[in-house]
């Protein structure tokens, strides 16, 4: 019969071969061309999702503020009740977000480690400690939370990361080797500068680290390179004990085996000795404290706390003999140092200029033996100052040392958010199962102008955020880049829509991260990412968001979900003709514009105003080193995109007695002339997102009114009752027995006020609901006028929305009187908003009722709404009085920095929306699934060198 591949046994394959690959050749290779979509299988982004589609349904409820409404006689009543929209979160039922975990000192008061005197520690000051125990016992410190430990990474020239020094064989023959090995063996994460590099290890204690009136203990290694603050972690989750599993085969500087036992240390920050300029002892007020003075002015100082003096000197001696090795300078004089004194208490705390630590937590905790301080000449330090000691349930999230910006102030004192339970390396997992994305990035890089040190530290921080965004995008998700520098001239480089889970693709977008601030060009190579333009003009935000337009308005196939993230430390501000031209196109490519200004130097104006046009989010990264955990969790709340093009109806069933007069708290919203009607177009909703929207109803009396006018005009007897009342028979008389009057006047009615339907578009199953299967109907008890007026209590969450809401308006106004300069009406406004938040919350905590003698007690569900009205509000004021404070202490510093907190808040409680658990307000919101899952990797991440 012939071979297989002879024509005439198969007539025509040669050919269809022959002509499929001819296709395929003369298809030319276009480098701005997006990638096609794969439409094989399922649309979710993720090669493990479900195939099985059913269709995603929101949770709907409609309350009114009172349970039942008493009519009175005037002509109208008003009426409030709440919608509320909700997308119930799939993540497994647990406090997130909320309290972290109980500590497990908590649970132990009968080990004698409670309190300061049960550590057993020697007091005895010694540099080289001749023998060492290597096994840690379990210390007492609160852990981190899983909390933006990339910071730590230090904002200085990365030519150290690359030149690791050979140190001889001698000077690693130290007392200290088995430290060094026990390091080594349990901090998982080095932050991509390894234990080899450090040099040898010089010293090591158990110190206190303050700023300000915070205290925090960390065990602090002075190696000959830099100097680095570690903590114990001490919960062991499932996903801890999987990854040490699963690190064995692991390079020993990237997941070292934690040996069985042993507490699992973190890296919580680094200075490098070449950095710092000086070293002086600040003690006063009975404190003995080292304060250490970095190069760069911009960098604050940080204090370490002893507990002798012998101790402090030995350690300043230390330091100060590196740092005069590496700037090749004399040792100064006893004397000289003695004199020299740096800034004080006041100082630190009057100009927020503190020591680079802790930003937010305020617990101080007792510590047990530990292995590095158990050998009868190590050293010991200073336990915290007791003066800063608080409750633990006041303790937040922790920031790390490093050479980094200063950290934020406007973080309170409320419970940890827990994003996730794993500590180990993220950049192994794969991508959480989402729904096909197209994600556009348009970020502002340094300038050729910049300062070479502030431009490589952002530079580097951008690179970190989009390999993790790379890393974390699901097989058929699209990404596109846009960078632009701002100015003359200004370089635009920008990817088409590429394919992450295709090699060639990823290729490129790789290759785009790392020419990312390369101003000498890759060996003469033209960019193939570079759009060519006019020297001449002017690259501004503007200009970056067209260009990722471009690519959005150009495509050709799209993703179920699009989105675009626009970070811009940008300080030049646009011209009105310019937004007006990007908000039109902006709403013909219906995306959402999600803001992040970067630093304190960036223009908010046209982020905000591109955000709230949009429906998107802005968000103010105070902290460079923030940069990724906010963005993660942006990407993330993209990912968590459960319904999209959600509307909803909502319809006057009795519009003889109702009508809807204002829709608030809501996107945009259309009231129907009549107030029969409304459309509301809610757009997103994201799986644990609560959209909550206040509706102003009225009813109409005119029926009540109107049958008490006629009664009143038949009062005058008639013929027969005259008739009656002449006969003496007036008892008898039936006019004050009207059945039907008296009947309805008296007459408990329920009433239906308006039903709520809907239509969406479930981007999973790739369907589209027209309608709900049964709307929601809210009826309202109506009860007949009474002369006694009842003392009824509004609903907690509608009093919770209401003062949001308010806090939000007054908010934006004082800031636009803030940009006008009228500084006392915006303090004006502000404290008349504090006082009737004050007052809310005084009026709405005495329904509560008192605890029991042990302080539990069992609460119902209205009690329950009522302490989350509380503890939103309580965040509020929080929010209000740093706007004050930083207001009335310096108000040209104001519009740089707290004017863009107030304008993000403002839109948090607006919009419910929130993208990290910074502050309180925004942990409030933060709930979306794959937002809170996607910062806890990203807080694991491990950079790249």
């Known amino acids: 019969m012939g071979a297989r591949s002879d024509p005439g046994v198969y007539p025509g394959r040669d050919n269809a071969n022959r002509s499929a690959r001819r296709g395929v050749e003369e298809r030319p290779y276009d480098p701005t061309a997006d990638d096609t979509l794969d439409n094989n299988g399922s649309v979710r982004s993720h090669p493990g999702a479900e195939q099985n589609q059913y269709i995603v349904s929101p949770s709907i409820q409609v309350k009114p503020e009172f349970t039942s409404l008493t009519r009175t006689n005037e002509p109208t009543q008003p009426l409030t009740c709440i919608v509320i929209i909700e997308l119930p979160g799939k993540r497994v039922p647990s406090h997130v977000p909320g309290p972290a975990m109980p500590e497990p000192y908590h649970h132990r008061s009968n080990n004698g480690h409670d309190s300061f005197n049960g550590r057993t520690v020697s007091r005895q000051a010694s540099i080289i400690s001749e023998s060492h125990q290597s096994n840690h016992q379990q210390s007492n410190h609160p852990q981190s939370s899983s909390y933006q430990d990339q910071y730590s990474t230090s904002p200085v020239d990365t030519e150290f990361s690359s030149n690791v020094h050979g140190y001889p064989d001698q000077e690693k023959d130290t007392p200290f080797v088995a430290i060094v090995e026990d390091l080594r063996s349990r901090i998982i994460d080095w932050k991509g500068h390894p234990l080899s590099g450090l040099g040898p290890l010089r010293m090591y204690n158990l110190l206190c680290v303050r700023r300000d009136s915070l205290v925090r203990e960390f065990y602090v290694y002075l190696f000959k390179e830099a100097l680095i603050c570690v ?140 292995s590095l301080l158990n050998s009868a000449r190590s050293t010991r330090s200073s336990s915290t100052s007791h003066g800063s000691v608080v409750p633990r349930q006041n303790s937040t999230k922790l920031q790390p040392l490093g050479e980094d910006d200063e950290c934020s102030n406007y973080e309170t004192a409320l419970p940890l958010v827990t994003p996730h339970l794993s500590m180990g390396p993220s950049n192994s997992l794969s991508p959480l199962p989402h729904s096909a994305l197209d994600l556009i990035l348009v970020i502002s890089v340094p300038p050729p102008s910049a300062t070479p040190s502030t431009a490589g530290l952002k530079v580097r921080v951008i690179k970190t955020t989009l390999d ?205 002339s009549d107030g029969h009607d409304v459309d509301v177009d809610i757009g997103e909703l994201r799986y644990g997102e609560r959209k909550e929207m206040l509706i102003e109803l009225e009813l109409d009396n005119s029926d009540l009114t109107e049958r008490n006018y006629h009664r009143g005009l038949h009062s005058s007897p008639n013929a027969t009752d005259q008739f009656v009342q002449s006969m003496g028979l007036d008892s008898l008389s039936m006019g004050d027995a009207d059945l039907v009057d008296g009947m309805m006047d008296h007459m408990i009615d329920e009433v239906p006020v308006f039903e709520v339907g809907g239509s969406f578009f479930d981007p999973a199953a790739g369907k589209q609901i027209s309608r709900l299967a049964h709307p929601v109907l809210l009826t309202v008890t109506l009860l007949p006028p009474s002369p006694r007026s009842q003392a009824t ?135 979306t699934d794959h937002s809170i899952e996607l910062v806890g990797r990203s807080t694991d991440w491990i950079a790249r060198d």
């Open 793 to 927: 209590t509004s609903d907690p969450v509608i009093v919770r929305r209401r003062m949001e809401l308010l806090a939000s308006d007054m908010i934006t106004r004082a800031l636009v009187l803030v940009s006008r300069k009228n500084f006392p009406q915006a303090l004006k406004i502000m404290g008349e908003t504090k006082r009737i938040l004050h007052t809310v919350l005084q009026t709405i905590s005495r329904s509560l009722p008192a605890p029991n003698a042990n302080g539990t007690m069992a609460r119902n569900r209205k009690e329950i709404l009522t302490l989350s009205a509380v503890r939103a509000m309580q965040g509020i004021l929080q929010d209000l009085q740093l706007l004050t404070e930083a207001l009335e202490e310096n108000k040209e510093l104001f519009a740089h920095d707290q004017r863009n907190f107030g304008a993000q808040q403002a839109m948090i409680l607006r919009d419910q929306k929130s993208w990290s658990g910074r502050s309180a307000t925004e942990r409030l919101f933060w709930t």
């Open 231 to 370: 903590v114990e972690e001490k919960k062991r989750s499932l996903g801890r004990l999987l990854s040490n599993a699963s690190d064995k085969d692991a390079d020993d500087g990237l997941a070292p085996v934690v040996v069985q036992g042993k507490g699992v240390l973190r890296l919580k920050g680094r200075i490098y000795v070449r950095h710092i300029k000086q070293v002086t002892a600040t003690s006063s007020a009975g404190e003995m404290s080292l304060t250490i003075d970095m190069e760069d002015e911009k960098l604050d100082s940080f204090i370490l706390i002893f507990n002798d003096k012998g101790m402090l000197e030995i350690w300043r001696q230390e330091i100060q003999s590196l740092v005069n090795m590496f700037h090749g300078q004399k040792p100064k004089t006893q004397e000289s140092l003695d004199y020299e004194r740096g800034p004080s208490l006041e100082e630190f705390g009057g100009n927020s200029k503190a020591a680079r630590i802790l930003s937010g937590s305020t617990a101080t905790t007792t510590s047990t033996a530990d």
């Open 468 to 672: 993790f965004i790379l890393a974390s995008l699901g097989q058929k998700d699209r990404l596109s880049l846009v960078t632009f520098e701002v100015g003359p001239g200004g370089k635009v480089r920008k990817t088409p829509f590429l394919c992450p889970g295709r090699a060639q693709s990823r290729g490129r977008l790789t290759k785009f991260i790392d020419e990312i601030g390369d101003r000498e060009g890759v060996h003469g190579v033209e960019d193939e990412f570079l759009v060519k333009g006019s020297k001449d003009e002017k690259t501004d935000v503007v200009t970056a968001v067209n260009h990722g337009l471009d690519n959005v308005l150009q495509r050709k196939n799209r993703n179920p979900i699009s989105g675009m993230l626009l970070v811009s430390d940008a300080a030049d501000s646009t011209r009105r003709a310019q937004m007006d031209l990007v908000l039109a196109r902006a709403e013909a490519a219906n995306v959402a514009i999600h803001s992040f200004g970067y630093g304190r130097s960036h223009d908010p104006a046209s982020l905000w105003l591109m955000s709230n046009h949009t429906s998107g989010t802005y968000t103010f990264v105070k902290d460079w080193y923030d940069l990724r955990d906010c963005i993660a969790g942006c990407v993330g709340g993209l990912m968590s995109i459960g319904l999209m093009n959600m509307k909803l109806h909502m319809k006057i069933v009795d519009g003889n007695r109702f009508r809807i007069r204002k829709v608030s708290g809501g996107p945009s919203s259309i009231v129907s």
